[in-house]
T-cell receptor
Framework: NAGVTQTPKFRVLKTGQSMTLLCAQDMNHEYMYWYRQDPGMGLRLIHYSVGEGTTAKGEVPDGYNVSRLKKQNFLLGLESAAPSQTSVYFC??????????????FGPGTRLTVT | RKEVEQDPGPFNVPEGATVAFNCTYS??????FFWYRQDCRKEPKLLMS???SGNEDGRFTAQLNRASQYISLLIRDSKLSDSATYLC?????????????FGQGTELSVKP
């Protein structure tokens, strides 16, 4: 049982390049989330999904797109990377809407640098 | 004003010390409260939920004060392994879709 995995672990992009981050979970969770973490800012929600085929915007969605074609996977895309998107990206999943009954489980993170 | 604000760190304490972290939240409609722990360059992990009546888990005690909108975490008899960043997390009210809102974290360093 791997939990939540993220691919890749590290990436360096040039400004304007595109890439896709993959998140996979094997816990049959309905809810999946993408966060970014910057120094002094805490984690901020980018996009989330409440089930296969659905996505919704979080706090900082601009410059990102997501897709949830399969229940176990949640993809985060950067169409034209900018230096402001240099960050650590965490994916998370939960069985239901986060609360006392539904802990969010996080992946190990992807460290992205945009030069 | 940030929705969730934590004590600025870092906290440097000797082994065996008692240390307390505070966190304030701005939305009175917030539903649920948690403390997460994040080790250096790793993912956050749930440390404990925070209940209205206060709750304890071994050396860790969490308190919630809804009237003053703050949450606290007390660590007794600090161990070297407690060194980490502690994140205060609040679940927003219904108008925020029940999403997790994170504080910026408070770093704790426990020294021998």
């Amino acid at each position: 049982n791997a939990g939540v995995t993220q691919t890749p672990k590290f990436r360096v992009l040039k400004t304007g390049q595109s890439m896709t981050l993959l998140c996979a979970q094997d816990m049959n969770h309905e809810y999946m989330y993408w966060y970014r973490q910057d120094p002094g800012m805490g984690l901020r929600l980018i996009h989330y999904s409440v089930g296969e085929g659905t996505t919704a915007k979080g706090e900082v969605p601009d410059g990102y797109n997501v897709s949830r074609l399969k229940k176990q996977n949640f993809l985060l895309g950067l169409e034209s990377a900018a230096p402001s998107q240099t960050s650590v990206y965490f994916c998370a999943s939960s069985a239901g809407l986060a609360g006392y009954l539904y802990e969010q489980y996080f992946g190990p993170g992807t460290r992205l640098t945009v030069t | 004003r940030k929705e969730v604000e934590q004590d600025p760190g870092p906290f440097n304490v000797p082994e065996g010390a008692t240390v307390a972290f505070n966190c304030t939240y701005s939305n009175s409609a917030s539903q649920s409260f948690f403390w997460y722990r994040q080790d250096c360059r790793k993912e956050p992990k749930l440390l404990m939920s925070v209940y209205s009546s206060g709750n304890e888990d071994g050396r860790f005690t969490a308190q919630l004060n809804r009237a003053s909108q703050y949450i606290s975490l007390l660590i007794r008899d600090s161990k070297l392994s407690d060194s980490a960043t502690y994140l205060c997390v609040v679940i927003g009210g219904h108008n925020q879709g029940g999403k997790l809102i994170f504080g910026q974290g408070t770093e704790l360093s426990v020294k021998p």
